[in-house]
């Protein structure tokens, strides 16, 4: 069968981008998404098809895709995630959209960076259920693959690292610049109402702004969920303290891109918030002891709506087929 | 946020291959795939959103695409489909790839066509188990669902009927032409080798085309499962006879297209077969009564990989999002 060379269409947008001179008119705490930079155009092909690649999984039916939906913001848009048998995933899984420009990946930052990410979910038992080796077996059960792993990355032998260097890499595509907030920034003053610019002044003289800057609009740094106020949730994570071992740390989570955040919901870590307005309210109340009105709180999701970006469009990869010695998927083992 | 009007690839190419003239060369029981025609092209960019759109399941996990995945022949690749919670599915999800061709729809054609077909995962239990009335209601909450459905069918109210139509119209789309057989029997006598020629004489001189002929290679009869001798399966579905209560109908299932089979395994309605060369020497010995030696079986296998057409290719549709009125998905309930 025929595998044409696709590559994602924002990788193109972003190329064209890049000729443009790229100067900030505003000088505001939020700056606006950059084009997608230095990608390796073969490894975005292959992580592309790897990231909708239900194979990386025992019952051959999740993918990257299935949890972090390209169609849906890059989230499942479920409180928690669905896994291997139906298993009840233990938070929120968060956008893959931006996820580049994370301090580190996870809400406990776990992942030092995409790749080590992606390598995550195929072997835990709760998510894609596989191992990294029969996953490795799975690709290399099938010609297309080796070849296009040969290609690629020059060595004979597939290894975990490829695959998730090579998913990281299509991920790092996945940036939604263009957001009416970001042209705003860019000098173009219509781009937003004067209801929605009330609400970002309100964004920044409440306090939000504090952990929610910079060009993801959050994601470079961990910060207590409950400062004012304990936040309460049936959810067992405990954060960060996973990760360093430290009681300081105990509810610390990695604060979340605001990025597309109309398109994330539900809310937090455990997605116990179903709308912005509840996230915002919670927001105003548990981080920053602020009992925001409804006009504020209105003002400020009307902002928050502005932050969601060209949505990256490609077009979806056709996957090489299993062959005779391919381990078939066993969903119901 | 922006949903641009995007329209499904294969449908512009096809609409290219109907300017030029349309002469077989040569006069075989087999046909070439037709270009797609009097599509209403509204209704397919509305239909491709629905297709993709978990939304339409109680769980909100759950898509057409996840059982009938345009990544992986049309198909899931599984033996029988994972429905809501894990469900094991009965059968083999049939391919949506030329679905159009078929006589009816499901294995054992109780829908009369993919309207039809379309209406019945939505509500079944098993599958994506919501109820049609839930569906609807979910739409009915997203505002650019209301305008799309109002533009496409002019009316104010989102009815199933309108729904599955428009997913019927989408699945008209995804044909595919251009196979090496096809384009072989188009006259360009090099599409395929001596080898696969040889394969395809066999399958004619062996009696396979009495069922796998015209332009879906199958597709447009029912026949019984193990004529010369019974076929053994623990699989329960008793075939036609669920729809016409006849007892000769017992065992008689839609003859199945070979367009693409290369990529639509496993095989036979239990997807009991593996592999070709495995579904292939099956088909001989119980439909046939023929001992095909291992060349034979080769030749047939390589014939039918020729079947292989060009898959749909389209932008990954961007679903509009939900709003504080939708109601949220109960995948755990």
């Known amino acids: 069968m025929k595998t044409p060379s696709l590559f994602a269409a924002s990788v193109v947008a972003a190329a064209g981008l890049a000729l443009a001179s790229w100067s ?10 950059r084009p997608v930079q230095e990608i390796n155009l073969a490894q975005v092909a292959l992580g592309k098809k790897l990231y909708f690649d239900p194979r990386l999984s025992k019952s051959g039916f999740i993918s990257c895709n299935s949890c972090h939906n390209l169609s849906m913001g890059g989230t ?18 968060p956008t893959v959209l931006n996820s580049s420009l994370n301090v580190a990946q996870f809400w ?11 390598g995550g979910p195929i072997a835990n038992p709760g998510e894609m259920g596989f191992s990294h080796t029969l996953a490795v077996g799975v690709l290399e059960s099938i010609p297309e693959y080796v070849v296009e792993f040969k290609q690629v990355f020059g060595t004979d032998k597939i290894t975990i690292d490829e695959v998730t260097q090579a998913i990281a890499e299509f ?20 781009a937003i109402t004067p209801y929605e610019l009330a609400g970002y002044q309100l964004f920044k003289t409440s306090g939000c702004v504090a952990c929610h800057n910079g060009e993801g609009v959050g994601g470079s740094s961990f910060q207590k969920m409950g400062v004012v106020k304990p936040y309460e949730t049936h959810n067992p994570a405990v954060g960060r303290a996973a990760v360093t071992g430290k009681d300081a740390d105990r509810f610390k989570f990695k604060v979340p891109t605001l990025r597309n955040v109309e398109l994330t919901y539900p809310y937090f870590h455990d997605g116990a918030a179903r709308t ?10 548990l981080q920053l002891g602020k009992e925001l009105t409804p006009d504020e709180n209105a003002k400020i999701v009307a902002f928050l709506k502005t932050l969601t970006g060209d949505q990256p469009q490609f077009l979806m990869p056709i996957l090489p087929p299993s062959t005779d010695k391919t381990p078939p998927p066993k969903p119901f083992d």
């Open 171 to 190: 991920e790092k595509t996945l940036k939604t610049p263009n957001a009416r907030f970001d042209r705003w920034l860019l000098g173009e003053k219509d």
């Open 108 to 118: 406990d930052g776990r992942a030092k960076d995409l790749q080590a990410q992606a």
């Open 76 to 93: 499942d848009n479920l409180q928690t995630s669905i896994g291997d048998h139906w298993h009840k995933g233990p938070i929120n899984a």
């Open 276 to 285: 912005l307005s509840e996230a915002v309210e919670i927001m105003g109340r």
């Open 24 to 33: 900030v008119v505003a000088d505001e705490p939020i700056t606006p998404i």
